[in-house]
């Protein structure tokens, strides 16, 4: 679209508040974060109203336009965003749907995936996750050993992948298998977009430490995919893939275009307050408290820094000034300053986060719940250890680490075995 | 530095970074360590050329800013004086001429703001108190009415830069609120005495203020009411203080960075030990939320941002937390080197840690964040 016939962001924002108030469902400002992934029933309503959005012109703010998107700013979706915060949102759809999964897309996607598969994802019709991790290994993902092999045209998938968010209700997934044994390990590797509810692909879900069900493991036997599910190039899938967490990154760090409403992950980056520590703190009636008092200003100088940092960073890989692998700065920042606010409103809570009247869900519980899974933010895409080694290196071009499994074809490499279902299942 | 620079002000970046690099470099800036001013006068007003004291001057009073946002160009001062540690009045001056520009009568600003531009008057701000009064607010000084003049008395402590000021600007309780005066540094009855300083070349006194006669036509703004300009100038003061620390960081990081390339040790560069690179990567982490929250700061500033009170407050406690510790931490990788005196990292730990305390530490300013957070209801709060 011309830059003289896109809409200004006013406008755009004055039309985006009329249309909230008149479709969507209000949501108190300090209403806590949304349920767990794990519902089925989460995902149908967040579905729901996703088409809602569609059918109202609000689907895809930065997505192309050719592609069913609206194709405008990201100060568009930032005007949204703000209007946004007193209605439901599907949030869930955020990350990875959106912000990952049809951000990687449109970047790698040929015209006919794109315009067959943007709209539906933008509709709410599709629901994608992604399939990178493996039981063999996380961190090392371009040691995977799930693998397509060729059959005519088709492909052949087996293997085994996991930590994949409510793969049980999703639609569609992008799956990064090796198909070149013979080349070194990043050079054999293609992405695939594939159905999920298919033929030989088994589902299983996760119980987690807190007892959510949210992520899946999956086991592929035999599994068929066409060969226009091939993303990017045929063993040029490490690409694909490094793609893929750039936008993980800056979706978790809160700089993705593709998130629309609230994004949790990286609270505080979109300028909302973190009410969860004043309310504890008022809850208790420890307004008075020196220590307290120092905790909930932490945790807010937290929230104001990564805000900061977020618009640093992103306006930085935005004119080229910083490289684009800045974002593992602001993803490692926001799972640092997620593990330390965690541990305030642990403190915060006092005894009321570790026993509560039983069947009651209090601030102090969820206080004490959220501690148990301090470290997933740390861990999920891409853990801490990794941004670091991306920052040393890649940011600040100190020297590599050895690998023993540089330039080997991956056949020799040392690895762990393939997994298998567990048998009976 | 900011990553949005636009012509103008990169090119002002640069001719600073050249000025300062030939004109103060690290060795000029040690040669000063004994100088009882801490700077030399000359140097400065050549400085002020380059319109150092210029850009919060309002165009009327013969100053002005590159593109109408004259907080966000000092802070690009500001952060070059950092990576070199330089020397002089740069806060305290520009705080000065801030608020004379902003609320000083007609004759006060022709009287003074054409000197602070010229680099030939020096300002002091007199707002921190003894007993740990670092707010600006002035519980230190007093001043009453006897007819056309008021009379101070009191202690200010520490103030920088006082040694060789001009122009003090004082924050004094008054009968029914706040007042500022702009009292001349060579008044009957006013005291400086030195201070000694952790920083080699920022200078720090005690004035005293022993019935000191200013006459009403050098007060500056509102008579009872100035708690709002005081206010403001704390937070001009922090943001310049916070730009400052980002330019040393930057500076100390690069060249830590290259010393951990070049340095060996067991047969292979420091800099190959992931065990110094996930150091460094946090370190770096640091230092971009240092930056980030900085530009913040001086956004909410330049704007007059009802917010800018926890902004800047945010600000001075990441950093002050931050900044000591990412000097600390490079300390620590230069091994034994980095705690001679002939070595160049003592002069920005000595700077920064001044930063860390000088205007609030951490904790206070974390207090004050937790007054404006818990003070407000949560349906007031912005969504």
Partial sequence: MPDQAMESVESFRLRARAWLAE???????????????EDEQTWIDDRALQRKLWDG??????????????????????????????????????????????????????????????????????????FLSEPTGGSDLAGCVTRADRDGDEWVLRGSKIWSTAAMSATHAMCLARTDWDAPKHRGLTMFLMEIHQPGVQVDPIKQVNGSLEFCQEFFDDVRLPPDSVVGDVNDGWTVALTLLAHERNAVGGGSPYVSGRNYLAEGADGARDLSSIALVRARGIDDDPVARQLVAEAHVLDVTQRGLVQRVTLGMGNGKLAGQAAAITKLFTATSAERKTEIRLTLAGTEAVTWPAGVET??????????????????????????????????????????????????????????????? | MNLALGDDQQFFQETTRKFLEQEMPLTAVRALADDPAGFDRGWWARGCDLGWTSLLVAEADGGGSLGGEG?????????????????????PTNVVADAVSRSGTPELRSAVLPGIIAGDVVGAWCGAGPGGGWDGTGGGVTARRDGAEFVLDGVSTPVEAAVRADELLVTARTDGGVTQFLVPAGAAGVAVEPLGSVDLVRRYATVRF??????????????????????????????LQCAETVGALDRVVEFTLEYLADRNSFGRPLASYQAIKHRFADMKMWLEACHGVTELAARAVQDDDPDAPEIVSAAASYLGDHATEIVQECTQLHGGIGVTWEYDLHLYLRRVTLHRNLLGTPAQHRERIAALLLTDQPEAARA
């Fill in chain 1, 23 to 37: 479709h969507m469902p209000r949501r108190p400002l300090d209403a806590p974060p949304p349920d767990r992934a």
């Fill in chain 2, 71 to 91: 907080v966000l160009d000092l802070v690009i001062v500001a952060e070059e004086m950092g990576r070199l540690v330089s020397p002089g009045p740069l806060a």
């Fill in chain 2, 210 to 239: 022993d019935r000191v006669r200013v006459s009403d036509a050098r007060v500056v703004g509102d008579l009872d009411g100035a708690d709002a300009a005081v206010e403001r100038q704390l937070q001009l003061a922090i943001v």
């Fill in chain 1, 57 to 130: 012109g609000f689907a895809g703010i930065c997505f192309p336009e050719e592609y069913g998107g609206l194709g405008l700013t990201i100060e568009h979706q930032h005007a949204f965003t703000e209007e946004s915060l007193p209605y439901e949102m599907p949030l869930h759809l955020n990350v990875p749907n959106f912000s990952i999964l049809g951000a990687t897309l449109v970047d790698y996607g040929t015209h006919e995936q794109k315009s067959k598969y943007l709209p539906l994802l933008l509709q709410g019709k599709h629901q994608w996750v992604q």
């Fill in chain 1, 363 to 425: 601030l102090g519980r969820e206080a004490g719940e959220s501690f148990l899974e301090r470290q997933a933010t740390s861990l999920a895409g891409g853990s801490n250890e990794i941004q670091r080694n991306i920052i040393a290196e890649r940011v600040l071009g100190m020297p590599r680490e050895w690998a023993a499994d540089r330039d080997v074809p991956f056949r020799d490499v040392r690895r762990n075995a393939m997994p298998t279902a567990p048998s009976g299942a």
